[in-house]
Antibody, heavy 121, light 108 residues
């Protein structure tokens, strides 16, 4: 059974960037798409974008289009989420999640453990 | 963007009782592309229901989903101690995918 293992917690200064990784353990991404979702402390879930690793194409919601870059390395079954121009409101837990059934848009059936990103001066 | 409104915000129930959670969309979610997740403190969300009414792998049959158009429901037939958590609905019919704000099911 594939698991998604994310990189560790980060503390960043305002205006800097952060890159979070998500590696498929016990398998590969295969034909799956990988999405990124964030959750600010005590808040709900917010979708940040999706990538289909076999194609390398990413899709972002308008809110994040200017600041988020999602990439994937098929050879290592690792996806990355890069968020730039960080501000305090970006403090959150960032999750990667596998999109079920090989579609770009579908429910998320496997989740990473989450990566806490703290933005503070 | 489709706004999902979940109600109630908090549901106070006892183990063994039935829980009914609502998710209302600001516009029609066609093809029933709606999912439900459970999240416990300090954990990632877990997929319970996809495509409105299909249970994910390993999900007990006390969890069921229903609805269409703009009104969707998650029902937990008999609450077990491990079911007390926060539940989110998600639509993946229109981009951007959106989530509801969550319903907390707490012990009465």
């Amino acid at each position: 059974q594939v698991q998604l293992v994310q990189s560790g917690a980060e503390v960043k200064k305002p205006g800097s960037s952060v890159k979070v990784s998500c590696k498929a353990s016990g398998g590969t991404f295969s034909n799956s798409a990988i999405s990124w979702v964030r959750q600010a402390p005590g808040q709900g879930l917010e979708w940040m974008g999706v990538i289909i690793p076999i194609f390398g194409t990413a899709n972002y919601p308008q809110k994040f289009q200017a600041r988020v870059t999602i990439t994937a390395d098929k050879s290592t079954s690792t996806a990355y989420m890069d968020l730039s121009s960080l501000r305090s409101e970006d403090t959150a837990v960032y999750y990667c999640a596998r999109v079920r059934s090989g579609y770009e848009f579908n429910a998320f059936d496997i989740w990473g453990q989450g990566t806490m990103v703290t933005v503070s001066s | 963007e489709i706004v999902l409104t979940q109600s109630p915000g908090t549901l106070s129930l006892s183990p063994g009782e039935r829980a009914t959670l609502s998710c209302r969309a600001s516009q029609s979610v066609s093809s029933s592309y709606l999912a439900w997740y459970q999240q416990k403190p300090g954990q990632a969300p877990r997929l319970l229901i996809y495509d409105t009414s299909s249970r994910a792998t390993g999900i007990p049959d006390r969890f069921s989903g229903s609805g269409s158009g703009t009104d969707f429901t998650l029902t937990i037939s008999r609450l077990e101690p491990e079911d007390f958590a926060v539940y989110y609905c998600q639509q993946y019919d229109h981009s951007p995918e959106t989530f509801g704000q969550g319903t907390k099911v707490e012990v009465k």
